[in-house]
């Protein structure tokens, strides 16, 4: 059984900083993918565990960085220079048969419960 718990969200105003966190899981793809009222969800930044190889969608690249805790199995999500358009629910996934990196969420069967960010002056 896999419990993903994620931490960390709240409003903050556009050019702020927020660290997500994400506990419970040390699969081979953690993934953070976010969710926006009568939006999809769309992949955020995902890491391979076994060497911190970590990607980014277009949307975020140069803003926010993925990185994991060597000592347990905690991946956090440091997002700088938020933007409006980042509001959204926030959700880490896994998938214990996965070896590749997925940006589908289709792919993921475990879910945490999602963490809301809100950017907004």
């Known amino acids: 059984q896999v419990h993903l718990v994620e931490s960390g969200g709240g409003l903050v105003q556009p050019g702020g900083s927020l660290r997500l966190s994400c506990t419970g899981s040390?699969?081979?793809?953690i993934g953070w993918f976010r969710q926006a009222p009568g939006k999809e969800r769309g992949g955020v930044s995902f890491?391979?565990?076994?060497?911190?190889?970590?990607y980014y969608a277009d949307s975020v690249k140069g803003r926010f960085t993925i990185s994991r805790d060597n000592f347990g199995n905690t991946v956090y999500l440091q997002m700088n220079s938020l933007k409006p358009e980042d509001t959204a629910v926030y959700y880490c996934?896994?998938?214990?048969?996965?070896?590749?990196?997925?940006?589908?969420?289709?792919?993921?069967?475990?879910w945490g419960r999602g963490t809301q960010v809100t950017v907004s002056s």
């Open positions: 890491i391979a565990m076994s060497d911190g190889s970590s």
């Open positions: 996934a896994t998938e214990p048969g996965l070896r590749y990196v997925s940006f589908d969420p289709s792919d993921y069967a475990y």
């Open positions: 040390d699969y081979y793809v």
